[in-house]
């Protein structure tokens, strides 16, 4: 099974900081990684999908990249609503998925 | 708008069994495959579950093997999850979700409902 783990698990930064949060694959997964966002007492939301594309609706100020074992999510500007956990997702070995243990963002 | 509406979640002794429905709108179920996803109380996610849009293939972590069953019903727009044997540890919030992949599985949950609470307990 691919195992799926993320860091930092926290971290604290302020408005309109540049926050990177990294995901790492147990094996290659190719480009097969996908980001959430969920907020508390929310349902998670989809963010990026495929590593780099942005889901329909979610703002530009958020990006992915990487290929393979490890990949990063990027929020440029961090606005006031990011503030959020975020969990990255592998959708290689379909059906059978996999998310990361989530990055909890919040204010310093 | 796409809406999914969990429902039959509940306090269920361990050992006992509870069924779990999903009623979706706003888009062509039939074309697409579904899941559950749940979260235990302030936990992360966890893939339970995935159907085939023609329930042509099934999958299931392997926490819940051979326990739960996923199923669905494209004439009434709904997926189910029948959930057998339950144990303490599957105590949590049981989310569906729609995959984006239309006649094909893409791993890529596009959609989610609000969730339905399964609570475990003697």
């Known amino acids: 099974d691919i195992q799926m783990t993320q860091s930092p698990s926290s971290l604290s930064a302020s408005v309109g900081d540049t926050v990177t949060i990294t995901c790492r694959a147990s094996q290659s997964i190719n480009a097969y990684l996908n980001w959430y966002q969920q907020k508390p007492g929310k349902a998670p939301k989809l963010l990026i999908y495929?590593?780099?594309s942005l889901q329909s609706g979610a703002p530009s100020r958020f990006s992915g990249s990487g290929s393979g074992t490890d990949f990063t999510l990027t929020i440029s500007s961090l606005q006031p609503e990011d503030f959020a956990t975020y969990y990255c997702?592998?959708?290689?070995?379909?059906?059978?998925?996999?998310f990361g243990p989530g990055t909890k963002v919040d204010i310093k | 708008e796409v809406q999914l509406v969990e429902s039959g979640g509940g306090l269920v002794q361990p050992g006992r069994s509870l069924r779990l429905s999903c009623a979706a709108s706003?888009?062509?179920?039939?074309?697409?495959?579904m899941h559950w996803v749940r979260q235990a109380p302030g936990k992360g996610l966890e893939w339970v579950s995935g159907?085939?849009?023609?329930?042509?293939?099934?999958g299931y972590a392997d926490s819940v093997k051979g326990r739960f069953t996923i199923s669905r019903d494209n004439a009434k727009n709904s997926l189910y999850l029948q959930m057998n044997s339950l144990r303490v540890e599957d105590m949590a919030l049981y989310y569906c979700?729609?995959?984006?992949?239309?006649?094909?599985?893409?791993?890529?949950?596009?959609?989610w409902g609000q969730g339905t609470l399964v609570t475990v307990s003697s």
């Open positions: 159907i085939t849009w023609n329930s042509g293939y099934t």
């Open positions: 495929a590593t780099s």
């Open positions: 997702q592998q959708s290689y070995s379909i059906p059978l998925l996999t």
């Open positions: 706003g888009f062509t179920f039939d074309d697409y495959a």
């Open positions: 979700a729609k995959d984006m992949g239309r006649n094909l599985v893409r791993g890529v949950i596009e959609y």
